[in-house]
């Protein structure tokens, strides 16, 4: 069985100041992660995935997360936050041995920036 | 953005009303997937397709069917609808599961309301 918790339902921050979006992860076998935003009434856009070729993974629009399978962890950072940035955010875990690519979402985390 | 449309994108119906949400793809990926989305759940899969023809079901598909007769598209039904499939329905498609790599591409969104 696989799961995703988000540590933080809500994270504010300042414009220009770092951003961390905690997930911690559980997996029965080697997973593949993805990070995904949603702006108020859209659909998810994919910011990033990790797929076991390097740990420290770059996504879009200035964020990263860092694969740390000793603690079960693939939290996003931003080392400057920017207005547009307010939003929700899911991490997702695709469990490895699937036949269909189920993916598992945490509960989002919600960021607000504040100027 | 992936070629993926929905319709309607929005919809009110009542109780004990039949109804068809539609997505629709012109990437010609091989999966496709229904989500719903409620406030405190993240998305949960209600079914997805492998192929024309080929569906099956997800973590929540009670009172929900699907169907499958061209690549392009994917209808997912509610034959009665009750209150509490008032939700946010994501479609969502995949090029393959055999790569853990293989991210899925979401849609806009519907918001169904059934009073």
């Known amino acids: 069985a696989q799961s995703v918790t988000q540590l933080d339902s809500h994270v504010s921050v300042s414009e220009g100041t770092p951003v961390l979006l905690r997930c911690n992860y559980s997996?029965?076998?080697?997973?593949?992660l993805f990070w995904y935003v949603q702006h108020p009434n859209k659909g998810l856009q994919l910011l990033l995935k990790?797929?076991?070729?390097?740990?420290l993974v770059k996504g879009i629009n200035g964020f990263e997360a860092e694969f740390k399978k000793s603690e079960t962890s693939f939290h996003l950072t931003k080392p400057s936050a920017h207005m547009s940035d307010a939003a929700e955010y899911f991490c997702v875990v695709r469990q490895g041995g699937t036949s269909y690519g189920k993916l598992t979402f945490g509960q989002g985390t919600i960021l607000t920036v504040h100027p | 953005d992936a070629g993926i449309t929905q319709s309607p994108r929005h919809k009110v119906t009542e109780t004990g009303t039949p109804v068809t949400l539609r997505c629709h793809q012109t990437?010609?990926?091989?999966?496709m997937y229904w989500y719903r989305q409620d406030p405190g759940h993240g998305l949960r899969l209600i079914h997805y397709s492998y192929g024309v023809k080929d569906t099956d079901k997800g973590e929540v598909s009670d009172g929900y069917s699907v169907s499958r007769s061209k690549t392009e598209d994917f209808l997912l039904t509610l034959e009665s609808a009750t209150s509490s499939q008032t939700s946010v329905y994501f479609c969502?498609?995949?090029?393959?599961?055999?790569?853990?790599?293989?991210?899925?591409?979401f849609g806009p969104g519907t918001r169904l309301t059934v009073t």
């Open positions: 990437e010609n990926h091989r999966y």
């Open positions: 969502a498609i995949s090029e393959s599961s055999l790569g853990l790599a293989n991210e899925q591409y």
């Open positions: 997996s029965s076998y080697s997973p593949s």
């Open positions: 990790y797929t076991s070729a390097a740990t």
